[in-house]
């Protein structure tokens, strides 16, 4: 039950996003879960059918860069975060703005 609470607050998001922004061109899964878990990714791409979001299993299951099939609607990608760089190259620039001063 909470793993289909989590999928539809997910769907929901997206699809108050998907109306403000008037539409859906491209679909980006990133971080922990939306990096490595293709049954979360499957099952929020499939309440998001309805878009014309359609899966390539395979690709999906392989954790592939691009994981939409050639008939989608909207390409659906995974995209692999590094916070530890972010924050670093954050910290970095902080500090050559002190430097300056």
């Not at 099952?43 to 299993?57: E, S, Y």
Request: proline residues 1%.
């Amino acid at each position: 039950m909470a793993l289909a609470l989590y999928v539809r607050r997910i769907v929901r998001e997206i699809g108050a996003l998907v109306a403000v922004l008037g539409g859906l061109d491209m679909l980006v899964f990133t971080a922990g879960v939306g990096e490595h878990n293709a049954f979360i990714r499957e099952r929020i791409c499939a309440a998001l059918g309805f878009l014309g979001i359609a899966l390539d299993t395979d690709a999906n299951a392989r954790h592939a860069a691009k994981i939409s099939s050639d008939h989608s609607q909207v390409i659906v990608a995974v995209e692999p975060t590094n916070e530890e760089w972010i924050a670093a190259s954050h910290a970095l620039s902080c500090l050559d703005r002190e430097k300056a001063r």
